[in-house]
């Protein structure tokens, strides 16, 4: 089918899909961008913005010697919108990347729709577009008629889990009284609000917590969570001290009334660039509303809290990808058809944006009718992530945050107190080799299309 159409379709204006779209509009092709919003939206999604960060406001590690802090630079220095945009909405988040929620959105939307080579169709795709090259980009949450097209092409085979997100307060609800700003060891500056408890605090809250009532999910009596995002109710019934070394883990945290280490913390994370929204870190839940009030008001500090956003769950399906795509994210049954991000099997906003990347970057040498002279290999984050979804050998699959060990090991030993910290830096290393790789074919290939 290829070159049937002038344009390259795009299913989907999340971080993926609208990564995907920017590359190949950087490349010289018109796109066609089909998004539902604003005339329909997920339960989860809430604003009209295309890039929508629906949970966490954090895309987590920003150091290199990090998987996920690596494939960020991987694709900063590929030129990839969405770093752009986040890199210009950041916020503190001591060693993590922070984003305020509205304007990352804002940047992402406003890039798109001023781009002359992207044609945005605000509709619901219901069946798969068959006009043209094409990329699904519809997320976890795809439901509806489209949902069933796309199931028909896995023989009715689908995946799931369940997703949630933590709730956020305004900063002016919190009793900074018993709350005091840090970051764990001192690093960041003062970037997190912490909410410490003693003992009896903590085992108070740990009693009403697991007894707690929940809202009903369908679907969740078999409890397949995704461990990044389990709720915090399911992680305190696995033993009363389980979250004390999670997410309410007091370590690296001096409270300045004792000059000592809390018995167990919990950190709330800043959601925008005003300061005024600050998110539970961790706190992803499914308890009902009043629920998520009356309990978590327990937690010192929080007891007045006013909810910009309450807790929510809901669920996430994802294709037997290994079945199913080749390690360019193209359907080994129709090389035309792509997916990509968290459908495909990798979770998070970052893995999802590399998907979006690479399935934009394998589809425009479709439609140019040529073969990539450079391959994304193991040797590079985005390229592992690729390679995961798409083996065939994977017995068990389950959705994958981007981490160093689906990366090509190196052959020689690293040994010493610093090895484990010489061995990712030599990851790193060799990894941005290839991207500097990728820079010089890409800029090269602009030039002779």
């Known amino acids: 089918m290829q070159n049937k159409a002038d344009y390259v379709n795009v299913v989907g204006a999340g971080l993926a899909g609208s990564e995907a779209a920017w590359l190949l509009a950087s490349m010289g092709i018109n796109v066609h961008l089909y998004e539902m919003k604003p005339n329909k939206k997920s339960d989860a999604h809430k604003s009209d913005g295309f890039a929508e960060l629906v949970g966490s406001n954090s895309l987590r590690a920003a150091s290199i010697e990090n998987a996920i802090g690596l494939l960020k630079e991987e694709l900063r220095r590929m030129g990839s919108l969405i770093m752009e945009a986040a890199d210009a909405s950041e916020v503190p988040a001591g060693g993590a990347l922070a984003v305020d929620r509205d304007e990352f959105s804002s940047y992402v939307t406003n890039k798109i729709k001023s781009c002359p080579r992207i044609t945005i169709i605000s509709e619901e795709i219901k069946k798969i577009p068959t006009d043209a090259i094409t990329i699904i980009a519809t997320g976890p949450l795809t439901d509806g008629e489209l949902f069933d097209e796309i199931l028909k092409l896995c023989d009715g085979k689908d995946l799931h889990f369940f997703d949630a997100a933590a709730p956020i307060v305004t900063y002016d609800s919190i009793d900074m009284s ?224 981007a981490n160093l060990g689906i990366i090509k090991p190196f052959d020689i030993k690293f040994k010493g107190k610093t090895a484990k910290k010489d061995k990712c830096i030599a990851v790193a290393n060799r990894s941005l080799k290839r991207i500097e790789e990728y820079c010089e074919y890409i800029t090269s290939l602009k030039e002779n299309i």
């Not at 409890?223 to 995002?229: D, L, P, Q, S, T």
């Not at 004390?244 to 913390?265: H, M, S």
């Not at 509303?289 to 669920?315: C, D, S, T």
């Open 178 to 401: 018993k709350a005091f700003a840090a970051s764990r060891y001192g690093k960041g500056g003062d970037d997190y609000i912490n909410c410490p408890m003693n003992k009896e605090e903590y085992l108070r809250f740990y009693n009403e917590l697991i007894k707690a009532e929940q809202a009903e999910v369908k679907g969740f009596d078999k409890e397949i969570v995704f461990e990044g995002c389990m709720p915090i109710e399911t992680m305190a019934k696995r033993g009363e001290d389980t979250m004390r070394f999670g997410p309410l883990k007091p370590v690296g945290l001096i409270d300045p009334r004792t000059n000592e280490e809390p018995y167990a913390c919990l950190q709330l994370r800043q959601d925008n660039r005003a300061k005024s929204m600050f998110n539970l870190v961790g706190f992803q839940t499914r308890l009902k509303w009043p629920e998520q009030k009356r309990v978590f008001g327990l937690i010192p500090g929080l007891e007045n809290a006013e909810y910009y956003r309450m807790g929510v769950m809901h669920r996430n399906t994802y294709l037997r990808s290994p079945e199913l795509l080749n390690d360019d994210y193209s359907m080994r049954c129709n090389p035309d058809l792509f997916f990509a991000g968290q459908i495909t099997g990798v979770e998070g906003y970052i893995e999802s944006t590399g998907s979006g990347f690479l399935a934009g970057y394998y589809a425009a040498h479709r439609f140019f009718n040529i073969e990539p002279k450079y391959h994304f290999d193991s040797e590079t984050v985005i390229g592992a992530m690729a390679q995961y979804v798409s083996d065939s050998n994977v017995k068990k699959f389950v959705p994958m945050n």
